[in-house]
C-alpha cells in the first residue's frame, strides 16, 4: 500500500483497475494507509500486485503475449496470473545481456559500462575533492583509496569483457561525478571516452551555469 503506487501517474490510468484500487487507498499518509489495511480486500492486493509489476513493463510487451491476455483481463487476478507476470520478467532480464551484444557486435549500438559498484569515484582518489564540487560542504575524516578506485574500473572493464567478448571503449562514471585525477585513471584502464553531467562541465569551463532560451536549449553550449 506504501510503495505500490510508486510509478508514474500516468501509468496508472492506463489501468482502471489500477487507477480504482488508487482511489481506494487515497494518499499515502500513515493515516490513510492504515485505513487502507481495513478496506483492502485480499483479491485488491492480489490485483495491486499484478498491476503495479505490469506497469513497469514497456507497452511493446504488454501487446503481446503471455502479458496481453492479462492487460485485457483487467482485474480478478489469481496467484497462476502472477506466474506468469514474474516469468515474463525473468526471461526479459535474462535477455538484456544477449541483445546488447547483439547489436554491439553488429555495429548498431555501443554498450557502455560504469565502475564496478557505481561508486563516487572522486571521493574514493581523495574525499577533500568533494571541495573543488562544493567548498561549504560538510567533509567527514580524509579519505584517500586510490588503488581502489583503480580496483572498481578494473574490475567493471573485466565484468564487460565477459558479457560482450570485448574490452568497453565508454564510461559512465558513478553519478557523472569526475575529477582531474579520476579522468588520468579512467584512461589508464584502457576506457577511450567517459562523459559527466552540465554542471560539472558549467564549473569546469568557469561559467557558472549555461544560460538557456526559452526553449530550454543551452545558449552557446560550445563555449
Same mark, same amino acid.
Given at each position: 500500500?506504501?510503495?505500490?503506487?510508486?510509478?508514474?501517474?500516468?501509468?496508472?490510468?492506463?489501468?482502471?483497475?489500477?487507477?480504482?484500487?488508487?482511489?481506494?487507498?487515497?494518499?499515502?499518509?500513515?493515516?490513510?494507509?492504515?485505513?487502507?489495511?481495513?478496506?483492502?480486500?485480499?483479491?485488491?492486493?492480489?490485483?495491486?500486485?499484478?498491476?503495479?509489476?505490469?506497469a513497469?513493463f514497456?507497452?511493446?510487451?504488454? %501487446?503481446?503475449?503471455?502479458?496481453?491476455?492479462?492487460?485485457?483481463?483487467?482485474?480478478?487476478?489469481?496467484?497462476?496470473?502472477?506466474?506468469?507476470?514474474?516469468?515474463?520478467?525473468?526471461?526479459?532480464?535474462?535477455?538484456?545481456?544477449?541483445?546488447?551484444?547483439?547489436?554491439?557486435?553488429?555495429?548498431?549500438?555501443?554498450?557502455?559500462?560504469?565502475?564496478?559498484?557505481?561508486?563516487?569515484?572522486?571521493?574514493?582518489?581523495?574525499?577533500?575533492?568533494?571541495?573543488?564540487?562544493?567548498?561549504?560542504?560538510?567533509?567527514?575524516?580524509?579519505?584517500?583509496?586510490?588503488?581502489?578506485?583503480?580496483?572498481?574500473?578494473?574490475?567493471?572493464?573485466e565484468?564487460?569483457?565477459?558479457?560482450?567478448?570485448?574490452?568497453?571503449?565508454?564510461?559512465?562514471?558513478?553519478?557523472?561525478?569526475?575529477?582531474?585525477?579520476?579522468?588520468?585513471?579512467?584512461?589508464? %584502464?584502457?576506457?577511450?571516452?567517459?562523459?559527466?553531467?552540465?554542471?560539472?562541465?558549467?564549473?569546469?569551463?568557469?561559467?557558472?551555469?549555461?544560460?538557456?532560451?526559452?526553449?530550454?536549449?543551452?545558449?552557446?553550449?560550445d563555449?
Amino acid at each position: 500500500l506504501e510503495r505500490f503506487f510508486d510509478t508514474n501517474p500516468r501509468i496508472v490510468t492506463r489501468f482502471p483497475r489500477y487507477a480504482e484500487l488508487l482511489r481506494k487507498r487515497g494518499g499515502g499518509s500513515a493515516g490513510e494507509v492504515d485505513q487502507a489495511l481495513v478496506s483492502y480486500a485480499e483479491a485488491d492486493y492480489r490485483d495491486l500486485q499484478v498491476l503495479f509489476n505490469l506497469a513497469w513493463f514497456d507497452p511493446e510487451f504488454l %501487446a503481446a503475449e503471455p502479458l496481453a491476455s492479462l492487460v485485457r483481463k483487467g482485474k480478478g487476478y489469481a496467484e497462476a496470473d502472477k506466474a506468469i507476470v514474474f516469468g515474463e520478467a525473468d526471461r526479459l532480464v535474462r535477455e538484456v545481456v544477449p541483445v546488447h551484444r547483439r547489436l554491439r557486435e553488429a555495429g548498431r549500438i555501443e554498450v557502455i559500462t560504469t565502475p564496478y559498484a557505481h561508486p563516487i569515484l572522486p571521493l574514493i582518489y581523495n574525499s577533500d575533492l568533494g571541495k573543488a564540487a562544493d567548498p561549504t560542504s560538510k567533509s567527514p575524516p580524509r579519505f584517500s583509496r586510490p588503488d581502489d578506485a583503480v580496483a572498481h574500473l578494473k574490475r567493471s572493464a573485466e565484468l564487460y569483457e565477459a558479457a560482450f567478448g570485448a574490452a568497453p571503449v565508454g564510461l559512465w562514471p558513478g553519478e557523472g561525478s569526475l575529477s582531474q585525477e579520476v579522468v588520468r585513471l579512467i584512461a589508464d %584502464a584502457g576506457y577511450r571516452w567517459t562523459a559527466s553531467g552540465e554542471t560539472a562541465l558549467a564549473k569546469s569551463l568557469g561559467i557558472g551555469s549555461f544560460a538557456r532560451d526559452s526553449r530550454d536549449t543551452p545558449v552557446a553550449a560550445d563555449a
